[in-house]
């Protein structure tokens, strides 16, 4: 069973064309990395997936229901879609609990005790549980971003989109934020992410997609996409991905 | 540009060290610079407003001036009166401010919504802050406060309090809404894209998440706007409303002494300075928070 399916996806904005009839099936509890430049259409595709952006053709079901339905309830959708940014966007007025709390009481409808205490669980085992009463300026960028995740799996979405989480981070904390990825991998969340990092990529990813002018030009285990690139286009990008020393 | 900089973090360390040779002369030497500051500011104060003091008191015309505007005498007499028409600046100031909060916010919201049932009011709101900010207050003072009566409608209030107050309120809430209202614009669209993504409607995006900071981020431009109001209430004295600047009129055209608006205005900077002062306060602590903010 697919989570997500996206067929025949376009999108471009004004004269600039980002996705170009990409298609992608995510099958449950599997990760999926978006590989590919800067512009490639990695964030748009995510962003259209969470209705952010909307489509110019094409359809998107998650669960075999059609979310690119014009007529569908988008707070429905986005309760079973969790979102992380490359910038974080948590609220800065917010205590990190309250960063955490505020889908689950004021979506969800969980009662506030219960809420908190889930929140403080997930808190507990990603070692924040001490900067639960912080506010996120007190807070490193690896724990602002991992503070994210947090936020968007409390709901327990059925999918979660990482949007180069890690892309804003020192390269010393970037470990910190991709080990909650890979926890989240082991407990069978579902997922896509888009990324650069590709070690990292190598080891989640079920299946690795590497776009190029918003279309999937290579996709297939990381041992075929990233070890032994077949496409002269995947290989030039690897190349310069190397060259820049993310390898 | 490092992300890993809780700066409050190594506050917590004790740093102490004995300073070194160098360090004691160059504390010694910026002290000395800042004594030698110090005095050249303090001479060049005393010359220069001490020889404007001066240039006035021994100016021919001084004594007049002093006897017109400066009879303390008369004064003290008249404060009485004068402080009492204060009170109902102040009243009116406290009353209009608390009208002005809900009307202004809800014409904000209203301007900033997005809702299709709401699109004629939407179109209303803007039109109504064209207007309201584009017309002088006195003129709507004067609209409201002699026109309503001329339509002798039973049971309006003729009262001129709350007809210059009605005035007040309908002009301000204007101007609020348009400080509001900007502070709603500046947050940043990825807060409602996060809050969005969360499953949140979009009018709770706004109460829980937009609103919040807004606000927080409006303090200073509204506490601007109440000092301006406080001193707006006196225009309602053009009604027959007796307020300090009323009384101070009333006093004044028995002597054509001019002392009496001489201490109004006292009266009223006695409040304005003080919130003035603290506005500044709170601005510059809200700019010092958002500079944390965008180094963290």
Same mark, same amino acid.
């Given at each position: 069973?697919?989570?997500?399916?996206?067929?025949?996806?376009?999108?471009?904005?004004?004269?600039?064309?980002? =996705?170009?009839?990409?298609?992608?099936?995510?099958?449950? &509890?599997?990760?999926?990395?978006?590989?590919?430049?800067?512009?490639?259409?990695?964030?748009?595709?995510?962003?259209?997936?969470?209705?952010?952006?909307?489509?110019?053709?094409?359809?998107?079901?998650?669960?075999?229901?059609?979310?690119?339905?014009?007529?569908?309830?988008?707070?429905?959708?986005?309760?079973?879609?969790?979102?992380?940014?490359?910038?974080?966007?948590?609220?800065? &007025?917010?205590?990190?609990?309250?960063?955490?709390?505020?889908?689950?009481?004021?979506? &969800?409808?969980?009662?506030?005790?219960?809420?908190?205490?889930?929140?403080?669980?997930?808190?507990?085992?990603?070692?924040?549980?001490?900067?639960?009463?912080?506010?996120?300026?007190?807070?490193?960028?690896?724990?602002?971003?991992?503070?994210?995740?947090?936020?968007?799996?409390?709901?327990?979405?059925?999918?979660?989109?990482?949007?180069?989480?890690?892309?804003? =981070?020192?390269?010393?904390?970037?470990?910190?934020?991709?080990?909650?990825?890979?926890?989240?991998?082991?407990?069978?969340?579902?997922?896509?992410?888009?990324?650069?990092?590709?070690?990292?990529?190598?080891?989640?990813?079920?299946?690795?997609?590497?776009?190029?002018?918003?279309?999937?030009?290579?996709?297939?285990?990381?041992?075929?996409?990233?070890?032994?690139?077949?496409?002269?286009?995947?290989?030039?990008?690897?190349?310069?991905? &190397?060259?820049?020393?993310?390898? | 540009?490092?992300?890993?900089?809780?700066?409050?973090?190594?506050?917590?360390?004790?740093?102490?060290?004995?300073?070194?040779?160098?360090?004691?002369?160059?504390?010694?030497?910026?002290?000395?610079?800042?004594?030698?500051?110090?005095?050249?500011?303090?001479?060049?104060?005393?010359?220069?407003?001490?020889?404007?003091?001066?240039?006035?008191?021994?100016?021919?015309?001084?004594?007049?001036?002093?006897?017109?505007?400066?009879?303390?005498?008369?004064?003290?007499?008249?404060?009485?009166?004068?402080?009492?028409?204060?009170?109902?600046?102040?009243?009116?100031?406290?009353?209009?401010?608390?009208?002005?909060?809900?009307?202004?916010?809800?014409?904000?919201?209203?301007?900033?919504?997005?809702?299709?049932?709401?699109?004629?009011?939407?179109?209303?709101?803007?039109?109504?802050?064209?207007?309201?900010?584009?017309?002088?207050?006195?003129?709507?003072?004067?609209?409201?406060?002699?026109?309503?009566?001329?339509?002798?409608?039973?049971?309006?209030?003729?009262?001129?309090?709350?007809?210059?107050?009605?005035?007040?309120?309908?002009?301000?809430?204007?101007?609020?809404?348009?400080?509001?209202?900007?502070?709603?614009?500046?947050?940043?669209?990825?807060?409602?894209?996060?809050?969005?993504?969360?499953?949140?409607?979009?009018?709770?995006?706004?109460?829980?998440?937009?609103?919040?900071?807004?606000?927080?981020?409006?303090?200073?431009?509204?506490?601007?706007?109440?000092?301006?109001?406080?001193?707006?209430?006196?225009?309602?004295?053009?009604?027959?409303?007796?307020?300090?600047?009323?009384?101070?009129?009333?006093?004044?055209?028995?002597?054509?002494?001019?002392?009496?608006?001489?201490?109004?205005?006292?009266?009223?900077?006695?409040?304005?300075?003080?919130?003035?002062?603290?506005?500044?306060?709170?601005?510059?602590?809200?700019?010092?928070?958002?500079?944390?903010?965008?180094?963290?």
């Amino acid at each position: 069973m697919n989570v997500l399916e996206v067929k025949n996806l376009r999108k471009s904005f004004e004269e600039n064309i980002v =996705l170009n009839d990409l298609s992608l099936a995510v099958p449950d &509890h599997t990760a999926t990395v978006l590989i590919g430049a800067s512009g490639s259409g990695k964030s748009t595709l995510l962003r259209c997936i969470n209705l952010l952006d909307t489509i110019d053709d094409g359809s998107i079901f998650l669960d075999g229901k059609e979310i690119s339905d014009p007529e569908i309830n988008v707070d429905d959708v986005r309760k079973n879609l969790g979102m992380v940014f490359q910038s974080f966007n948590l609220f800065p &007025h917010m205590s990190v609990l309250d960063n955490i709390m505020l889908s689950p009481v004021r979506v &969800h409808k969980i009662a506030k005790e219960q809420a908190r205490d889930e929140a403080m669980t997930l808190l507990r085992r990603f070692d924040l549980a001490d900067k639960a009463e912080q506010y996120p300026d007190r807070l490193s960028g690896g724990q602002q971003q991992r503070v994210a995740i947090i936020r968007s799996i409390a709901v327990k979405p059925r999918l979660l989109l990482l949007d180069e989480v890690t892309s804003a =981070l020192d390269p010393v904390l970037v470990n910190e934020v991709l080990s909650i990825v890979r926890d989240l991998k082991a407990d069978g969340m579902a997922m896509v992410l888009a990324t650069h990092e590709m070690g990292f990529a190598t080891q989640v990813a079920d299946e690795v997609c590497f776009l190029k002018d918003g279309n999937i030009i290579e996709r297939g285990p990381a041992s075929q996409v990233i070890s032994a690139p077949q496409q002269d286009e995947t290989k030039d990008f690897l190349r310069r991905v &190397h060259e820049a020393g993310r390898l | 540009m490092s992300n890993d900089s809780p700066a409050r973090e190594t506050s917590g360390r004790a740093l102490s060290w004995t300073p070194s040779q160098r360090e004691l002369e160059r504390q010694a030497a910026r002290k000395a610079i800042g004594r030698k500051k110090a005095l050249i500011a303090t001479i060049s104060s005393v010359i220069v407003i001490g020889s404007l003091i001066r240039l006035v008191i021994t100016s021919p015309g001084w004594q007049t001036v002093k006897k017109t505007f400066f009879d303390w005498a008369f004064g003290g007499e008249v404060l009485g009166a004068v402080a009492k028409g204060l009170i109902v600046n102040v009243r009116l100031t406290i009353i209009a401010a608390i009208l002005i909060g809900i009307f202004a916010m809800t014409l904000a919201l209203l301007r900033t919504s997005r809702s299709a049932a709401l699109t004629p009011f939407r179109i209303m709101a803007t039109a109504y802050v064209d207007i309201f900010r584009g017309v002088p207050l006195l003129l709507v003072i004067l609209l409201i406060g002699f026109g309503v009566p001329a339509l002798r409608i039973e049971g309006l209030t003729n009262s001129v309090l709350i007809l210059g107050t009605t005035a007040v309120v309908l002009t301000y809430s204007a101007y609020v809404a348009e400080v509001i209202r900007s502070g709603i614009l500046s947050i940043h669209p990825s807060q409602r894209a996060a809050a969005r993504s969360l499953g949140l409607s979009a009018s709770q995006t706004m109460r829980h998440v937009v609103l919040p900071q807004a606000l927080k981020r409006v303090v200073p431009p509204l506490l601007n706007d109440l000092v301006a109001l406080l001193k707006d209430t006196g225009l309602v004295s053009i009604l027959g409303v007796t307020d300090a600047v009323r009384a101070a009129q009333i006093a004044s055209s028995r002597t054509f002494n001019y002392t009496p608006y001489v201490t109004a205005a006292i009266l009223f900077l006695l409040i304005t300075i003080p919130l003035t002062r603290y506005t500044d306060r709170v601005l510059a602590k809200s700019i010092k928070r958002q500079n944390a903010q965008g180094a963290a």
